[in-house]
């Protein structure tokens, strides 16, 4: 059973930094290209930063040049480093693997971690 374990968020100042983590078991992480994804209230859940199995990297324009992903396949989890924080990154914030995980006929999704960007 896959389990995706999200943490790291919390509220920050705009201009300030946050490193999310995302722990993930049950599968064979190495081999998965893993994304972070965020939902704003009101808007659609929209893919942010993705790392292939061998470590390429593509971002969202919007977070071009702040965000930062990475993996420890060792450790089965993969780092988002946000810098420059803005208050539209405002969101509670989900690792996934690309290829979804599917329960039943519902994509699989962990319990994300809010971040908040307020002075």
């Known amino acids: 059973q896959v389990q995706l374990v999200e943490s790291g968020g919390g509220l920050v100042q705009p201009g300030g930094s946050l490193r999310l983590s995302c722990a993930a078991s049950?599968?064979?992480?190495?081999?998965?290209?893993m994304g972070w994804y965020r939902q704003a209230p009101g808007k659609q859940r929209e893919l942010v930063a993705s790392?292939?199995?061998?470590?390429?990297?593509n971002y969202v324009d919007s977070v071009k040049g702040r965000f930062t992903i990475s993996r420890d396949n060792a450790k089965n989890t993969v780092y988002l480093q946000m810098n420059s924080l803005k208050p539209d990154d405002t969101a509670v914030y989900y690792c996934?693997?690309?290829?979804?995980?599917?329960?039943?006929?519902?994509?699989?999704w962990g319990q994300g971690t809010q971040v908040t960007v307020s002075s």
């Open positions: 996934n693997r690309l290829s979804p995980i599917m329960v039943g006929s519902q994509r699989y």
């Open positions: 049950g599968s064979i992480f190495s081999i998965y290209a």
């Open positions: 790392i292939s199995s061998v470590g390429s990297t």
